[in-house]
């Protein structure tokens, strides 16, 4: 009976644990943040428009789109290799 105790205990201190961590993060200073960044190409006269984002810390993002949506142009944006 005590195991049970113990493990029930184990949990309610794992759930409070995440819970704890969960509210940190949405209280979380973003580690990247975009405002309405655009880069256009000549050619084309498409590329990314107007997009923002917050990337916060602990959570996993993901970039979806069709071919040619600019997935590849924002994340040469986030690491620089645009003017």
């Known amino acids: 009976m ?12 794992s759930l409070s644990s995440i819970l704890s961590l969960s ?3 949405e209280r ?14 000549e050619k084309s006269g498409s590329g990314v428009e107007e997009v923002s984002m917050k990337i916060l810390p ?3 993002t993901v970039l979806l789109g069709h071919h040619g949506c ?3 142009t924002l994340i ?8």
């Open 70 to 72: 600019g997935k590849s």
């Open 2 to 13: 005590e195991s049970q105790q113990q493990t029930s205990h184990d949990d309610v201190n």
């Open 28 to 41: 979380a200073v973003p580690v990247i943040e975009f405002h309405k960044i655009s880069k256009p190409y």
């Open 76 to 83: 040469g944006l986030l690491c620089g290799n645009f003017n």
């Open 58 to 60: 602990g959570k996993c």
């Open 23 to 25: 509210d940190t993060l």
